[in-house]
């Protein structure tokens, strides 16, 4: 079992910066094996990927976010992070950290972020 909270969520105006993070905990000794991922969920809309890293710190980002977003991992927090820059009304969302261990998917609950003028 692999428990996700995310945190970092908030406010802000078009054009600002913010920082998400996703604290893993329970079966972390495998932190550092697990492909990790941020996806996103705007009201009426599906689910979206926005970015993943594998274990190595390869990274890949959905389209919308590409040369915004920076994914990256602290292993030794067992931490992952979605550095956004130049944030649109549209990145408006929930945000959800998800890893993928030995096969199955876990998800964290979601932290909001809410773009506005």
């Known amino acids: 079992q692999v428990q996700l909270v995310e945190s970092g969520g908030g406010l802000l105006q078009p054009g600002g910066s913010l920082r998400l993070s996703c604290a893993a905990s329970?079966?972390?000794?495998?932190?550092?094996?697990?492909?990790m991922g941020w996806y996103r969920q705007a009201p009426g809309k599906e689910r979206e990927l926005v970015g993943v890293i594998t274990s190595g710190g390869s990274t890949a980002y959905g389209d919308s976010v590409k040369g915004r977003f920076t994914i990256s991992r602290d292993n030794a927090k067992n931490t992952l992070y979605l550095q956004m820059n130049s944030l649109k009304p549209e990145d408006t969302a929930v945000y959800y950290c998800q890893a993928l261990l030995r096969g199955v998917n876990y998800w964290g609950r979601g932290t909001r972020v809410t773009v506005s003028s």
């Open positions: 329970g079966n972390i000794f495998s932190f550092n094996t697990m492909t």
